[in-house]
């Protein structure tokens, strides 16, 4: 079966401020074999990222060892694991877990590869385990970052070796400004000097009269 994949990047929390940590979910949808994948994130934004701690890709789908000894599938809390990532981009390698469809709406229950005598499967890839994207990538930000918008792009690329394919998309981060930060403060000031205005207009004309 041929492969059709696309790369869904799901942005928690648009605007920001300075200082906090933008969190990205990551999802892969589609159908079809893959032999190989990898995700690619290109965050260099040096007026954006922490240099010192750039953040992590967390992964909430895995392998591990049954009591058989054969891989078997992981999904949510239990498959939970951190990879720091790098100031200048993330390059991910998407374990083939992402592109299985449980056979059972049971986690624990084996899994396999596309099962043919279904048209359309859905994927570990398409959904939340436990609360949990496929993929999440944190990325801290500079107290000093400066305001504005951040783009950062995403490429998927999977299939064989010989033919691969690509999907990408593209999110974007606000970083707020002092104003935008500050703006029920500076709105609550400015309906108090109006009102001060007032009654000093209001004393003045009594003191008149």
Not at 52 to 73: K, T
Not at 158 to 185: C, D, M, N
Request: net charge negative; charged share 25%; hydrophobic share 40%.
């Amino acid at each position: 079966m041929s492969a059709t994949y696309e790369i869904i990047p799901i942005v928690r929390r648009s605007r920001i401020e300075p200082g906090e940590t933008a969190e990205i979910e990551i999802f892969i949808a589609g159908s079809g074999d893959v032999e190989s994948a990898k995700l690619q994130a290109l965050h260099t934004q040096e007026d954006l990222i922490d240099e010192e701690e750039p953040g992590e890709m967390v992964y909430s789908v895995d392998f591990a060892e049954g009591d058989d000894g054969c891989p078997e599938l992981v999904m949510g809390e239990d498959a939970l694991r951190e990879k720091d990532i790098d100031k200048w981009g993330t390059m991910a390698f998407v374990t083939e877990a992402i592109f299985y469809t449980p056979s059972e709406a049971d986690s624990s229950e084996p899994v396999q590869m596309n099962d043919h005598d279904l048209e359309f499967q859905p994927i570990v890839g398409e959904a939340a385990h436990e609360g949990n994207p496929p993929l999440l990538l944190r990325l801290r930000t500079k107290d000093s970052a400066h305001p504005g918008d951040y783009k950062i792009p995403f490429i998927l690329t999977y299939g064989e070796q010989e033919t691969p394919l690509q999907s990408t998309a593209t999110v974007e981060i606000h970083v707020k400004s002092w104003v935008e930060r500050h703006r029920k403060v500076l709105e609550i000031l400015a309906i108090a000097g109006t009102m001060a205005i007032v009654i000093t207009s209001i004393i003045s004309l009594l003191a008149v009269v």
